[in-house]
């Protein structure tokens, strides 16, 4: 059975609503990264990162998975491939979209975590900076987010999956933020055979061996019907 390992980024969430992070002005929903999507920037205002990520939660709430997402849970609901999703994304839209197999490298919204004793729960609609740990009583809980500076989650079980993969395919990313950027390099230098589909060529096109353009909900089904057929 090919192993496909399925690297995914804004980009697939993108049709479905939810904005991608590299805006020409290089804010994201009108804050800078470094006040909202750092450890510093928690610690310098954590009612104003509870705020952005309740907001960020409501509307992933309110998106629906869109053809790119069930594309892939068809893919791996087909049961010829053995496929493992790695998304960059913090919504559950390859959740609700039917992919079973899928590891958040960088957190989810859905996720409480107790930056005191690193317990985990399920997050609440809207999440406070009183909130206190279910475990340890602390009110010290942060959204179960990776931020800059921090170690993206599960990444031995990852590359160990890349390595062993037939082939890798990387959808709606950008190709700026490490390791994923990288997972397209350990590929090829572990001879797995690699392609890109995305909006436009990213950083990291050059590495692909097949690279297609164009909307994630157009190139993603065609892909996976070819796969099928
Ligand atoms: P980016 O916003 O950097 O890139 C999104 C990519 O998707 C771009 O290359 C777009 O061309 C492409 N794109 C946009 N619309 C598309 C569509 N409809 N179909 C296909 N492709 C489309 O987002 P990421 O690469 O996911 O990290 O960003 C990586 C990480 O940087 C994020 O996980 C986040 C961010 O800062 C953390 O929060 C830790």
């Known amino acids: 059975m090919a192993k496909i390992v399925i690297l995914t980024g804004a980009g697939i969430s993108a049709e479905s609503g939810i904005r991608t992070f590299r805006a020409e002005d290089g804010l994201w929903e009108e804050h800078r990264v470094e006040d909202v999507a750092t450890p510093e920037g928690f610690a310098a205002d954590p009612d104003l990162v509870h705020r952005f990520y ?55 919204l859905n996720g409480a975590l107790c930056a005191a004793c690193g317990h985990r729960w399920p997050a609440p609609a809207v999440m406070h900076r009183t909130d206190s ?20 989650y599960r990444m031995e079980e990852i590359w160990t999956a890349l390595r062993a993969a ?58 996976v019907r070819e796969m099928l057929a």
């Not at 491939?81 to 899928?102: A, I, K, W």
């Not at 740990?133 to 993206?152: K, L, N, Y």
């Not at 990213?202 to 909307?215: I, L, Q, V």
């Open 54 to 108: 309740n907001a960020r939660r409501a509307a992933v709430t309110a998106a629906e998975p869109n053809a790119a997402h069930c594309a892939l849970a068809d893919l791996e609901a087909d049961g010829r491939h053995e496929v493992l999703v790695v998304t960059q994304n913090v919504d559950d839209l390859h959740e609700r979209g039917g992919s079973r197999h899928v590891i958040h490298m960088h957190g989810t």
């Open 133 to 152: 740990c279910p475990s340890c009583g602390v009110p010290a809980t942060r959204p179960d987010i990776v931020w800059f500076g921090e170690m993206p």
């Open 166 to 223: 037939d082939l890798f395919v990387s959808i709606g990313t950008s190709g700026n933020v490490y390791p994923a950027a990288g997972f397209v390099q350990d590929a090829v230098r572990a001879g797995v055979e690699t392609l890109e589909l995305n909006l436009e060529r990213s950083s990291g096109t050059r590495w692909f061996d097949t690279a297609r353009h164009g909307p994630a909900t157009e190139i993603v089904p065609a892909w």
